[in-house]
């Protein structure tokens, strides 16, 4: 059983919410949701349910900071696309299927989305590009069958909802799913001698061009002070007229 | 002088504030109301790699230098509020890691330098005694060879981590008439017959780090133990004692400077009189004040920990950077308080317990008089 996890370098969250801090300039972390999916893979073949895990992202060279992480985590190897470019979810879901067809896993486990652009989509589009089911947003997950099925437990509004698919799958993770480990000191020093796989578009034999462009990216709108209603009517209204939330 | 770091220094320093942030900041404030050491945390600094970053990796360490080791504790201070427990680091790793490095036998590093690093271990050391504090080599704790082990006898006070740790490195002398000649330091392991560290001390500050008075009545300590030579012990404890002032303060830097960002975050938040307080001058010269200290202290930290790193004569620098930070974070603290008004000196706002923390670093490792003895001595006077 092998086991393809995602990841995405992402600017710190909690960097870029300090005073002062941006996402410009930010230090980058692994997107919090891929960690969430590296550690699932992790546990999945501590108990003996996988035997290999690949790591694999997208990005710059500057992005193997969090290359080295993900293996000090505990990938047993490591892939890097080199590709400086702003990519829209469906370039991304074409490279990962030329990878996927390479490494020919039984699952791909990755973030539901990435927290700094929010799409929610590159699992999704991977999974109709290579025709097999998905589970996304899921919040547990457990092998049945000689590893040949996975049940997941999906996060949805309308509550939690239990699913099976065959493998091969893709599956994406919520933030419940489990609390990823830290990495070591010890664990960050030998992954500096583990080499990283560093492949490009071109060695895929693909021609990628981003179909989105970033025009500007701005701070959402401060938020103003709340205003105290003294009745329920005045309440309502506001929120009708106002807030036009009813 | 370099203080650049390296992509793998900075891979490092990143992951201890990273580490420090999301592990260990727990339950803070109930662990100082109640005295109560963070074991749990402590294993996580153990398994993560701060108690080995000195230690040679033969010894189950990470084998860093001394100006990233302190890089990395200010990183650890910045991050982590728990100022008890990283006294307690700081008292394991000056006290009892260090003097096993440099001057532990063969088989006492391998037998005790890798528990000391991965956190199943905590060590420290009883030198103070009720009546020798400042003037630490006229110590009355007597050692008496018997064949093949060492009796000891007397009392220590101000023993840091006493009370939880798997080893101390105990100072006595074994022939009062040599007088500091006959200071000779020791391993003792918790279990020892005739040692007692159960006897807590309560305190104002770094509440969360527990400290012992304790008692050594004929207890027995194997020859092998014995740490350095015999009469070595003065030498040694002094070692320990210049890595330790240049060092100890490391994270206090750290906790400087996430106190700045705490109070200009407040500074511009809290309106009066129709401004921020920042605005007002009274207020932002003390901001100023402290920034400026922040950056001096750091500087001096780096300094040393690059001389040290250089194999430079350290003494005079070590002396001066724990003389320095200790007052530096006093009045951070305090202007800390100040600044917050009448909220700073309340406890859910983790400013008051910085002040009773940072106050103990003028009496730890050398009063702050002694420390200026010893420069005044070293400048000529």
Same mark, same amino acid.
């Given at each position: ?33 891929? &960690? ?46 080199? /590709? ?31 927290? /700094?652009? /929010? ?98 990216? &701005? ?14 009517? &005045? ?12 | ?42 294993? *996580? ?16 360490? +990470? ?25 307690? @680091? ?18 006492? *590093? ?11 271990? @905590?060590?420290?050391? #009883?030198?103070?005694? %009720? ?8 110590? #009355? ?17 101000? $023993? ?11 100072? #006595? ?23 007692? %560290? ?11 780090? %527990? ?17 350095? *030579? ?31 960002? *705490? $109070? ?71 202007? #800390? @308080? ?20 940072? @106050?103990?670093?003028? +009496? ?13 001595? +070293?400048?000529?006077?």
């Amino acid at each position: 059983m092998k086991i393809l996890v995602t990841f995405k370098s992402v600017p710190d969250p909690y960097e870029s919410a300090a005073p002062g801090g941006s996402p410009a300039t930010a230090k980058s972390v692994i997107n919090p949701f891929d &960690e969430i999916a590296i550690e699932e893979a992790l546990r999945i073949r501590e108990r003996g349910e996988a035997t290999e895990i690949v790591g694999l992202t997208i990005g710059p060279a500057a992005v193997e900071e969090q290359v080295r992480a993900a293996i000090a985590m505990g990938l047993d190897r490591a892939i890097r696309i080199d /590709d400086s470019r702003a990519l829209d979810p469906y370039a991304i879901a074409r490279i990962l299927r030329a990878v996927v067809a390479k490494e020919a896993p039984e699952v791909v486990l990755m973030g539901k989305q990435a927290v /700094d652009d /929010d799409s929610n989509q590159v699992g999704q589009m991977l999974a109709g590009l290579l025709g097999w089911p998905q589970a996304t947003f899921i919040s547990k997950i457990e092998f049945l069958q000689n590893q040949t099925r996975a049940r997941c437990t999906r996060e949805t509004d309308a509550g939690l909802e239990i699913i099976e698919i065959p493998f091969p799958a893709i599956v994406t993770t919520d933030l419940r799913l489990n609390e990823p480990r830290y990495v070591s000191l010890p664990g960050l020093m030998k992954a500096r001698k583990k080499p990283i796989e560093v492949q490009s578009c071109d060695d895929l034999g693909l021609k990628v061009e981003p179909r989105t462009k970033v025009v500007a990216t &701005e701070r959402p709108p401060k938020r103003s002070a709340g205003v105290r209603v003294e009745t329920v009517e &005045e309440l309502v209204a506001k929120l009708k007229e106002e807030a036009r939330v009813i | 002088m370099d203080f650049s770091w390296s992509e793998q220094q900075r891979e490092l320093l990143d992951a201890v504030s990273r580490f420090g942030r999301e592990q260990l900041n727990y339950d803070v404030i109930e662990n100082d109301r109640n005295a109560v050491f963070n074991h749990e945390a402590w294993k *996580k600094c153990g398994e993560f790699g701060i108690q080995g970053l000195l230690v040679p990796p033969e010894y189950g360490g +990470l084998g860093q230098d001394p100006l990233t080791t302190v890089a990395a504790l200010e990183r650890l201070g910045y991050a982590c509020k728990d100022n008890g427990l990283l006294f307690s @680091i700081n008292a394991h790793m000056w006290t009892a890691v260090i003097p096993l490095v440099f001057n532990g036998t063969e088989t006492q *590093k391998r037998k005790y330098l890798p528990g000391l690093c991965n956190g199943s271990l @905590i060590g420290g050391n #009883a030198m103070s005694e %009720p009546n020798s504090g400042s003037d630490a080599f006229a110590l #009355a704790t007597t050692a008496t060879r018997q064949g093949d082990k060492y009796l000891l006898n007397g009392s220590k006070i101000f $023993c840091t981590n006493g009370p939880i740790a798997d080893l101390l490195v105990v100072f #006595a002398n074994v022939d009062k008439s040599r007088g500091q000649d006959g200071i000779t330091a020791f391993v003792v392991e918790k279990g020892t017959p005739g040692f007692d %560290p159960s006897h807590k001390i309560e305190k104002m500050g770094v509440r969360t780090s %527990p400290m012992a008075e304790v008692f050594f009545e004929n207890c027995e300590v194997p020859a092998e133990n014995l740490l350095g *030579k015999e009469g070595g012990g003065a030498f040694l404890f002094t070692r320990s004692m210049t890595w330790e002032r240049g060092c100890i303060l490391a994270s206090a830097v750290g906790s400087m400077q996430r106190l700045l960002e *705490k $109070c200009i975050r407040y500074a511009n938040e809290r309106k009066q009189g129709g401004h921020s307080i920042g605005k007002y001058q009274l207020v932002a010269t003390k901001l100023v004040d402290m920034k400026l200290r922040v950056e001096s202290a750091r500087h001096m930290l780096y300094h040393y920990g690059w001389l040290a790193g250089h194999r430079k004569a350290v003494y005079l620098e070590a002396a001066m950077t724990k003389l320095y930070l200790a007052d530096a974070w006093v009045k951070c603290a305090e202007d #800390a @308080i100040q600044i917050h008004g009448g909220y700073g000196y309340m406890t859910e706002y983790e400013v008051e317990r910085e002040l009773r923390d940072a @106050i103990g670093a003028k +009496l730890y490792s050398g009063t702050s008089e002694i420390q200026r003895n010893i420069i005044a001595s +070293l400048i000529g006077l």
